[in-house]
C-alpha cells in the first residue's frame, strides 16, 4: 500500500486532478451539452412520456391512459408513471417547438446538477480545491449523470433537492423537510428517506415534508390521484425483472423467473414479491440497527444521511439505472469523510460501487445492443448494477461505525486525561 503514499503529494494529486479532470469535462460538455443543445437529439423519456402526459393533460384527459390499455407492469417506454406535478408543470410548455422545449430542458437538468455540487459541497464544509474538484469529477463522470439528460428524466432535478434537503439535514434546519417533500411529491423514490425523518424526530422537518408533499399533489391535477395511487402504484409496486431493473427485486425475479429478463415474461411471480419484501425489510432493520440514536454532530448526521439514501434502492420495487444518479448523494459524503482519513477500505467500496453502476452497465450495455450471443455472460453482468448498489450502502454504514468508534474512543481518552490536560489531549487528537 506504499504506492498510495504518493497521492499524499500535493502537486502529484493536483496534476493528476487536472489531467483526469479535463478530458472528462469535455465528454460531459459534448455528451450533457453540445450534442442535446445543438444536433436536437430528441430525450426519449420527456418527449415520449413526460411531454405526451402534459399534453393529455392539457386537453383534460387521463394521463395514465397506457397503464390502462398496454399496462404499467413494466415502468419504461410512453406509459406515464410518474406522479402528476411532474405533467402538470409542463403543461404550458404543449404546443412550444419541441427543439425550444429540449433546450429548456437540458439547461434545467444541466442547472440541476450544479445546484446538487452547491448544496452538497457546502453541506459538506469542503473548503480544499483539490477535494472540491474531485467531487465536481465524480460527478459528472458517474454514467446517470449524462445518461439522465439524455433521456431528458427528472431524476436530476431530485438530485438537486437532496442536495438542498443534505444542508438542512446536517446543519439542523426544518426547511430541508419542504425540499424533501417536493421531490417525493415528483417521484416517489426518495420516500424512503422520509424514515430517517422520523426516525431522528425532526418533527418540524417532517412536517414541512408532508405539507409541501401533499400540498403540491393536491394542486396538480388531484382529479387523477386516486388513480395513481390505487392503480398505477400497485401496479409498478410490482416489481420487474427486466435487465433494466437494478433493485435486488430484479435480480430475484430474474432468478425465479429468467424469461422476465428480456422482457418475454411480464411481472413478477408471487414468490419473487415475497423474497423481495423480505430483503427490504431486512436491510431497513439493519440500517437503522447500525444508525441505532441520532448523531449529535455534522459529520455524523452526514453518514446518516448517506446511510439511508444509500438504501433507498434496495427497498425500491424497480431502480433504473438513471435513478442511480441520487446515489451522488452517498458517494460525496463518503469520499469527502474517507479521503482526509485514509479510509481505503470505504473508499475502495465506493469506487467498485461507481465503477460497477457507470461503465460496468454501459459495458453490459454495449454487449446486449451489438449482439453479443452468451446469455450467461450477460445475466451476470445484468447484476453490476445491485452489486455496486449493496457496495455503497456497505461502504456507508462501515462509515457510520467507524465514525462512531471513533468518538467513543475520544470519549474514553478524555475521561482518563486529568482536568487539566484533557483540552491538550482533544487537540492532539483531533488534528
Known amino acids: 500500500m506504499s504506492w498510495l503514499l504518493a497521492f499524499a503529494n500535493r502537486r502529484f494529486s493536483g496534476l493528476l486532478l487536472i489531467w483526469a479532470g479535463v478530458p472528462i469535462l469535455l465528454l460531459y460538455v459534448w ?19 413526460y411531454m405526451r402526459a402534459a399534453a393529455r393533460l392539457a386537453a383534460g384527459r387521463d394521463p395514465f391512459d397506457l397503464c390502462q390499455t398496454m399496462g404499467c407492469l413494466e415502468p419504461t417506454g410512453p406509459q406515464y408513471v410518474t406522479p402528476l406535478p411532474l405533467a402538470w408543470l409542463l403543461q404550458p410548455v404543449v404546443g412550444v417547438d419541441s427543439h425550444a422545449v429540449t433546450v429548456a430542458a437540458v439547461l434545467v437538468l444541466n442547472v440541476s446538477v450544479a445546484v446538487f455540487l452547491f448544496f452538497a459541497l457546502r453541506a459538506l464544509r469542503v473548503r480544499d480545491w483539490q477535494m472540491a474538484a474531485l467531487l465536481v469529477l465524480i460527478t ?3 454514467e446517470p449523470t449524462t445518461a439522465n439528460i439524455v433521456e431528458g428524466q427528472i431524476n436530476l432535478v431530485l438530485l438537486a433537492l437532496s442536495g438542498i434537503w443534505l ?8 426547511w430541508g423537510g419542504v425540499a424533501l417533500g417536493l421531490a417525493v411529491a415528483l417521484k416517489l423514490i426518495q420516500a424512503p428517506v422520509g424514515l430517517l425523518v422520523l426516525w431522528a424526530r425532526r ?24 388513480e395513481y395511487l390505487f392503480k398505477v402504484v400497485p401496479a409498478i409496486s410490482q416489481g420487474t425483472g427486466l435487465f433494466e431493473n437494478h433493485s435486488p427485486g430484479g435480480t430475484i425475479a430474474r432468478l425465479i423467473e429468467p424469461e422476465t429478463f428480456l422482457g418475454a415474461v411480464r411481472g413478477v411471480p408471487l414468490a419473487a414479491r415475497i423474497i423481495t419484501t423480505v430483503i427490504a425489510l431486512a436491510a431497513v432493520v439493519v440500517t437503522f440497527w447500525i444508525l441505532r440514536s441520532p ?17 433507498t434502492p434496495l427497498v425500491a420495487s424497480y431502480s433504473w439505472g438513471t435513478h442511480l444518479a441520487l446515489l451522488l448523494l452517498p458517494m460525496l459524503v463518503l469520499v469527502a469523510w474517507a479521503l482526509p482519513r485514509r479510509d481505503w477500505l470505504v473508499l475502495g467500496l465506493i469506487a467498485l460501487g ?24 450477460l445475466r451476470l453482468m445484468a447484476e453490476f448494477g445491485v452489486l455496486g448498489i449493496a457496495s455503497i450502502w456497505i461502504a456507508s454504514l462501515l462509515a457510520v461505525r467507524r465514525e462512531r ?27
Request: glycine residues 10%; without cysteine.
Open 295 to 311: 448523531s449529535r454532530s455534522a459529520t455524523g448526521r452526514g453518514l446518516e444521511a448517506a446511510a439511508v439514501v444509500a438504501l
Open 203 to 226: 418533527w418540524s422537518m417532517l412536517a414541512a415534508a408532508v405539507v409541501a408533499g401533499l400540498g403540491f399533489w393536491l394542486l396538480a391535477a388531484p382529479q387523477y390521484l386516486l
Open 31 to 49: 455528451q450533457a451539452l453540445i450534442q442535446p443543445l445543438v444536433f436536437g437529439a430528441e430525450l426519449g423519456d420527456f418527449q415520449g412520456s
Open 354 to 377: 461507481w465503477m460497477l453502476i457507470g461503465p460496468g452497465h454501459h459495458l453490459f450495455q454495449v454487449l446486449l445492443v451489438s449482439g453479443y450471443s452468451d446469455l450467461l455472460v
Open 140 to 142: 459528472l463522470a458517474f
Open 167 to 174: 444542508l438542512a439535514w446536517i446543519d439542523d434546519r426544518w
Open 405 to 431: 468508534g471513533q468518538r467513543t474512543d475520544l470519549m474514553r481518552l478524555t475521561s482518563t486525561v486529568p482536568r487539566n490536560r484533557k483540552s491538550t489531549a482533544l487537540e492532539k487528537t483531533t488534528r
